[in-house]
């Protein structure tokens, strides 16, 4: 089992920044791919960016260029600095975890609440 636990999330003004941390507990973390996701309010949930056991990186079209994804495996935690923040990155962000050989995510975080104002 891997634990996930997320926190940086809150209140920021539009044009601000935000780093979200995600620290993992129970498994090896240098063998996992670690992600991000997020879902506003009656949408569904959205890949963000994702970071391979290896290191390499992938973004959405919505956050490529505002949003940095980076891992220390020496401190169990993966992270999401958000830059130029947008109203419509008001959302639960949610960090997932997925054994190096799989394909879906099987292990998720409890979320943390970022809410950008106009």
């Known amino acids: 089992q891997v634990q996930l636990v997320e926190s940086g999330g809150g209140l920021v003004q539009a044009g601000g920044s935000l780093r979200l941390s995600c620290t993992a507990s129970g498994r090896i973390f240098s063998s996992y791919d670690m992600g991000w996701f997020r879902q506003a309010p009656g949408k569904e949930r959205e890949f963000l960016s994702a970071v391979t056991w290896t290191g390499r990186n992938t973004y959405s079209d919505s956050v490529k260029g505002r949003f940095t994804i980076s891992r220390d495996n020496a401190k169990n935690t993966v992270y999401l600095q958000m830059n130029s923040l947008k109203p419509v990155d008001t959302a639960v962000y949610f960090c997932?975890?997925?054994?190096?050989?799989?394909?879906?995510?099987?292990?998720w975080g409890q979320g943390t609440q970022v809410t950008v104002s106009s």
């Open positions: 997932a975890a997925r054994y190096k050989t799989r394909y879906d995510y099987d292990y």
